[in-house]
């Protein structure tokens, strides 16, 4: 007994040590707050069809603008780094908010991505210029949308409507600010949107455990 226990605590103990710190939990316990607040985009349906809600739903949002073809590059990495890694939870979205007129290039560039990648949580929303300029502003982001209305980054918006990233301290000690994440960057998307993502994720299956703990008791 005594000789297993040595053996579990020389060669098991290390490697899940490993495997805690290699997936790549971020340094914020909980993910903080940006932005509250954040008003529904009403009555709005994606490119095919289906009505689009943020309420309830934990959602990564995009503005990629007029050029979806010449950027789609963007789209690919966070297809491959963010995406296919969480979209089998079922309370998540993917909502790219594209300017009236740019639905063919969504359509083309859906075909695309729908070789490599199941896109049924995945939505293209069209809809008018001051619309989507005035739900970006509302996000207080302190970055702006370029000359064709879009941006490399990508945010995340909680099922209350509030705008989630880095701000504050984190167990280190560090001063942190990130709103968004920059789609053309692999390693960001890797390094930091994903660990945000994960604890996201985290904080609601927690909450859905102690609401079923509490229901049982």
Known sequence: MKKNIVLFVLFVLPIVAYLFFASGVNNFVKLPTITENIAELN?????DGNP???SEKITVVGFPGTQLLLNKGNAFNLSQKIYDKVKDFKDFQLVMLI????EEQAHQLTKELSQVSDLSRWHYVAIQTEVLKEFHYQLQL????????????????DKKLSLRGRKGKNKKGEEEYKEGYNTISAADLH???ADDIKVILAEYRLALKKNSANREK
């Open 99 to 102: 300017p009236e007129g740019t």
């Open 191 to 193: 390094n930091e949107m």
């Open 52 to 54: 689009i809600s943020f």
């Open 43 to 47: 009555n709005i349906q994606d490119i």
């Open 142 to 157: 302190q970055e702006t949308l370029d000359e064709n209305l879009g941006t490399p980054n990508v945010y995340i918006i």
